[in-house]
T-cell receptor
Framework: DAMVIQNPRYQVTQFGKPVTLSCSQT?????MYWYQQKSSQAPKLLFH???????NEADTPDNFQSRRPNTSFCFLDIRSPGLGDAAMYLC?????????????FGDGTRLSIL | KNQVEQSPQSLIILEGKNCTLQ??????????LRWYKQDTGRGPVSLTI?????NTKSNGRYTATLDADTKQSSLHITASQLSDSASYIC????????????FGKGTRLHILP
């Protein structure tokens, strides 16, 4: 009964080769988030969608883009991955952007760059 | 600057013992504070959420406290189990709808049999 599902769990790509990570949710939540988490560090917010409204963090590299074709799905595209982009990528949802709503996280996709 | 500091960075205790993890924050205006448990290779799972008016909240063997005056929170784990081995992340939300969610770096807890 997983509620936030990320595929794949592990992704290996080559330096500079575009890669797409996917996230789906069964919660019908309005808000979806993408975080980057490196080893022993806090998750870093890349961007979030409130419904179809896209919100980019100021320090998110242009190399990272996102798509949300419908409520249930959200994609993270990395156009030209560099070695520094190797990390765990976490997708999360919440019912509303109001900050007292809990976030529900997926189990992440661990991205390795060769 | 909005910051969330957690201590200790890591902790090792024997199974069955209690422990307390600390979270100090400099976040304004404060909205709420959450504790998450993150197992290795998994996403964070919410344990507790506390708003300004709440000073304690329990979830089974986990009890979180909040002192909004001193901007401190603690997570107390009672009668630890091997499955409690994980990272515990303190997250503080600032302001209202469009404002920030600030993550601490977490405390890595190891429970030894």
């Amino acid at each position: 009964d997983a509620m936030v599902i990320q595929n794949p769990r592990y992704q290996v790509t080559q330096f500079g080769k575009p890669v797409t990570l996917s996230c789906s949710q069964t919660l019908n939540h309005n808000v979806m988030y993408w975080y980057q988490q490196k080893s022993s560090q806090a998750p870093k917010l890349l961007f979030h969608y409130y419904d179809k409204d896209f919100n980019n963090e100021a320090d998110t590299p242009d190399n990272f883009q996102s798509r949300r074709p419908n409520t249930s799905f959200c994609f993270l595209d990395i156009r030209s991955p560099g070695l520094g982009d190797a990390a765990m990528y976490l997708c999360a949802t919440s019912s509303d952007r109001a900050l007292n709503q809990p976030q529900h996280f997926g189990d992440g996709t661990r991205l390795s760059i060769l | 600057k909005n910051q969330v500091e957690q201590s200790p960075q890591s902790l090792i205790i024997l199974e069955g013992k209690n422990c307390t993890l600390q979270c100090n924050y400099t976040v304004s205006p404060f909205s709420n504070l959450r504790w998450y448990k993150q197992d290795t290779g998994r996403g964070p799972v919410s344990l507790t959420i506390m708003t300004f008016s709440e000073n304690t909240k329990s979830n089974g063997r986990y009890t979180a406290t909040l002192d909004a005056d001193t901007k401190q929170s603690s997570l107390h784990i009672t009668a630890s189990q091997l499955s409690d081995s994980a990272s515990y992340i303190c997250v503080v939300s600032a302001g209202n709808r469009d404002d920030k969610i600030i993550f601490g770096k977490g405390t890595r807890l190891h429970i030894l049999p």
